[in-house]
């Protein structure tokens, strides 16, 4: 059970801090909720059935983790696929893991066919954009809370541990 102030990734919403852990009648159904404030959307507050399995929550990585993760970015495999319902539908699966892993690979993957469409004139479809930054959003969201890095510069910490490998 999660404690007040813990943060958490929660669904594709990103970090979160538990506020409180109430007991609310929502629906007809009384229950112990967690309050969560998104750390980086204090207007929101999201209630959270504390016996709820199925909803992706769970505690940040540690620091370590998450710096073997960016350093190895270019070892993590993007995804790709050529049929696009298939694509989106794969792609929704790796955002709503949870697992940071199968972010980078949709946002490289996102990344490279962005790449190859403008090459073309094109542009992602609004599904493949709106995906692309759930995803970017969810992973600059726990490098920026547990490495304490504003989630302005994540980008920039990124493309310099990047060029640091090259």
């Known amino acids: 059970m999660y404690k007040i102030d813990d943060l958490?990734?929660?669904?594709?919403?990103g970090?979160?801090?538990?506020?409180?852990?109430?007991?609310?009648?929502?629906?007809?159904?009384?229950?112990?909720?967690?309050?969560?404030?998104?750390?980086?959307?204090e207007?929101?507050?999201i209630f959270v059935n504390v016996d709820n399995k199925r909803v992706m929550m769970r505690y940040l990585l540690s620091a370590d983790?998450?710096?073997?993760?960016?350093?190895?970015?270019?070892?993590?495999?993007e995804y790709s696929c050529d049929n696009d319902r298939?694509?989106?539908?794969?792609?929704k699966e790796l955002i709503n893991s949870g697992d940071t892993k199968s972010w980078v690979q949709a946002i490289k993957g996102l990344y490279r066919r962005k790449m190859d469409r403008q090459k073309k004139g094109k542009d992602l479809s609004q599904q493949e954009e709106r995906l692309f930054r759930t995803?970017?959003?969810l992973f600059f969201s726990e490098i920026s809370?547990?490495?304490g890095i504003p989630m302005e510069q994540v980008g920039d910490y990124i493309s310099e541990k990047l060029e640091a490998v090259q």
């Open 145 to 147: 809370c547990t490495l």
């Open 135 to 137: 995803a970017e959003k």
């Open 86 to 91: 298939e694509r989106d539908a794969h792609l």
């Open 43 to 45: 207007r929101s507050t």
């Open 15 to 41: 970090v979160c801090k538990v506020t409180g852990i109430v007991e609310r009648e929502i629906i007809d159904s009384v229950g112990e909720y967690y309050t969560l404030k998104p750390v980086h959307d």
């Open 65 to 77: 983790e998450v710096k073997n993760i960016v350093d190895g970015l270019d070892e993590i495999e």
């Open 8 to 13: 958490v990734m929660y669904r594709n919403i």
